[in-house]
């Protein structure tokens, strides 16, 4: 996020402060702490859960690695981006090609986590010259190509019903599910030491510099344009990975599934969980993915409608879509630093849209 | 000679609606230094409530009209008073954000209220039938839409030039300090911005509605829209009208000579052109910071 008014500047080491200075919960252990606990969930529901409850899981994780990664180029880095679903595509797409070509199973997806890298490369070259909500509308192009793009190869291949893989494990249903829980496990497990490991060291320092006040990370000798590339090439890649073990999860690509609102989707899950954090977006990846789940429920408890179930994912559009606004504008921290408010009188914009207008009422 | 034809004027009649789409973006932009990336949903709000109470009520197109506008431009105004006005003073990209989060909910509204995939729009006062002209044929209502958006957005384009409320939202929009001090209201310029540009969204949802199906389609028209904001360059409200039809023959072009599937990709990438070599746009100003 750019400091833009002078007075914001002293949130610059509050926030950059958040790997240190949290007494027991050190960086190591936080990193740590989550991934046990997301080991424990996942044993107790491959061992407890039907599969349905287990693809609740394994979507959850596929959700979280992708999360993170957008975390990471967004919390972190401050490049906005709302072409995720570009990646997400481009990866299930490059994946499914390799897959055709003959790569066996992890290689194909690790060849879409390339291309995804080579793609992040391309799509940061604007983000040298322009940034902020400018950089979201390139960002957007980058969508609308990757989605051109896929939507040419799949029609020229195998036409409108899209591509099939065949499953990556042996077994019933349920152990399907439970294999593809550990693997994705292990994959989001690599995920956090990776980001947490880029997080902590000079190039966590340099992106939230750069994040925070690009001029003064120039001067202060911080390859700008190098750690820009890099944060937009490693995030990729990792989406990339996600997109290519979606392909396989779910069997099937088709282009009408990478939508620009599976990309605001992802967004909610960073917003809502907290930006540039580990626990914030695996957080928001639960909550986001369980909202289509939980809300007929929640509605049925109140009113008893069969249409429900019908509409859960409209009812949950809207609650993440309220959950953005309310986390944007009046909890930029989200859910994993959320503290209660210390006794400051007014937020900084609504201070400045009142002093805005006290003259203009005496005028 | 008819293919070219078809082009120019396919691609004007098509620009004009992009003008008045992008004039829309242009003064949210203007006052609030926002992308509302939530201006289709806008659109295909208004028009979805006209389409639906044609079905069902039996009133007028006018009443009708008049208050799908109303209920848009509230819409709009409600959005930045209790939401993106809290936005001020922060990162431009948390109105941003915020305004893909309304989009989202107006989505998952629509998805709940109009279940239908799609419905029409019967404007009475439009004729029926279709023109010739140099060997390209044309439905003339269409063309009276698209001259009625050029009309419209010209209009728009005098009014902000030369009324002193024009001038007022102009100068909210520079300094909003000094206009304040100057004895503008600037929270009222802001919200009646809004409601402005969401009126404008609605009226360019129903009357594109009317000629074509409304269905999501309107809400990617409102996307296409944003390179043609940046063509004509983003501060500049005679910049829409340029932008909007330099777009709309981009894809007419591309549209009559390469194939109508590569409309959307073609104008995306002159969006990156645009932002790259050409970052303040035909008409707009040079000092407008990008980089």
Redesign the interface.
């Known amino acids: 996020m750019t400091i833009q008014t002078p007075a914001a500047g002293s949130a610059v080491p509050v926030r950059g402060s958040g790997a240190r200075g949290l007494g027991w919960r050190s960086l190591v252990q936080q990193k740590f702490l989550i991934i046990a606990v997301a080991v424990i969930a996942v044993a107790f529901f491959t061992a407890t859960g039907s599969s349905y409850t287990v693809y609740i899981v394994d979507t959850i994780l596929l959700a979280a690695i992708g999360a993170l990664a957008l975390d990471l180029l967004m919390g972190t880095g401050g490049q906005v981006s709302i072409g995720n679903a570009a990646f997400l595509a481009a990866g299930a797409y490059v994946t499914v090609w390799a897959s055709r070509s003959g790569a066996p199973f992890p290689f194909d997806v690790i060849i879409g986590g390339l291309a995804c890298a080579v793609a992040g490369l391309i799509v940061g070259l604007p983000a040298l010259r322009i940034r902020g909500m400018y950089l979201a509308l390139a960002t957007l192009a980058a969508f609308y190509l990757a989605d051109f793009v896929g939507q040419q190869y799949q029609t020229d291949t195998v036409g409108a019903a899209g591509f099939f893989l065949n499953p990556v494990f042996a077994g019933t249903i349920s152990q399907q599910q439970a294999s593809w829980a550990w693997l994705l496990l292990g994959v989001l497990a690599a995920t956090i030491i990776l980001v947490s490991w880029l997080r902590s060291g000079r190039s966590g320092r340099a992106w939230r510099m750069i994040r925070d006040h690009e001029v003064a990370a120039s001067i202060m000798g911080i390859p700008v344009a190098r750690y820009k590339l890099l944060a937009f090439m490693i995030s990729s890649a990792i989406i990339g990975v996600q997109g290519g073990l979606l392909a396989h999860f779910t069997g099937s690509v088709s282009y009408d599934s990478f939508t620009l609102g599976l990309s605001i989707s992802v967004i909610a899950m960073i917003l809502i969980g907290g930006l540039d954090s580990l626990a914030g977006p695996l957080i928001g990846a639960v909550v986001v993915t369980m909202l289509p789940i939980f809300v007929p429920d929640v509605i049925n408890a109140f009113v008893s409608s069969p249409a429900a179930t019908q509409d859960a994912s409209s009812y949950a559009e809207i609650i993440y879509g309220v959950l953005i606004m309310v986390f944007m504008i009046a909890a930029p921290k989200g859910l994993s630093r959320w503290r209660p408010r210390p006794a400051v009188p007014r937020a900084d914009g609504a201070a400045a849209a009142d002093t805005a207008r006290a003259p203009a009422r005496r005028a | 000679m008819s293919e070219l034809m078809s082009a120019i004027i396919g691609g004007l009649s098509l620009g004009a609606v992009y003008s008045l789409v992008t004039i829309g973006i242009v003064i949210v932009f203007r006052a609030t230094e926002?992308?509302n990336f939530a201006h289709g949903s806008f659109m295909l709000l208004a028009a979805l409530i006209v389409g639906r109470l044609q079905l069902g009520s039996g009133l007028p197109f006018a009443i009708l009209a008049l208050i799908s506008l109303g209920i848009v431009g509230a819409l709009g105004a409600l959005l930045f008073r209790f939401?993106?006005?809290?936005?001020?003073?922060?990162?431009?990209?948390?109105a941003?954000?915020?305004t893909?989060?309304?989009?989202?909910?107006?989505?998952?509204?629509?998805?709940?209220v109009f279940p239908d995939p799609q419905y029409s729009i019967t404007i009475p006062w439009l004729s029926k039938g279709s023109a010739t002209i140099f060997g390209a044929t044309f439905g003339t209502a269409s063309l009276e839409i698209s001259g009625f958006a050029i009309v419209l957005t010209a209009a728009l384009v005098l009014v902000f030039r030369f009324t002193s409320i024009g001038v007022r939202i102009r100068a909210g929009g520079q300094n909003?300090?000094l206009a304040?001090?100057?004895?503008?209201?600037?929270?009222w310029v802001y919200v009646g911005s809004w409601a402005l540009a969401c009126v404008l969204a609605g009226i360019a949802g129903i009357t594109y509605g009317s000629v074509n199906s409304v269905n999501q389609g309107i809400e990617n028209l409102a996307?296409l829209a944003?390179?043609a904001a940046?063509l004509g360059g983003l501060d500049s409200i005679p910049g829409s009208l340029i932008g909007g039809l330099g777009m709309g023959l981009v894809g007419g072009f591309v549209a009559a000579y390469v194939g109508g599937?590569?409309v959307?990709?073609v104008t995306?990438?002159v969006?990156?052109a645009v932002?790259?070599f050409l970052?303040h746009g035909i008409a707009g100003t040079r000092s407008v910071r990008?980089?």
Do not use: K, W
């Not at chain 2, 939401?83 to 948390?94: I, S």
């Not at chain 2, 893909?100 to 709940?112: E, K, Q």
């Not at chain 2, 304040?180 to 929270?187: E, R």
């Open positions: 926002t992308f939401v993106l006005r809290y936005a001020v003073g922060r990162p431009h990209f948390v941003v954000i915020a893909l989060g309304f989009a989202a909910v107006a989505d998952g509204f629509i998805g709940v909003s300090l304040s001090q100057g004895g503008i209201n600037i929270n996307l944003f390179p940046l599937e590569y959307t990709v995306y990438l969006l990156l932002m790259l970052p990008r980089v």
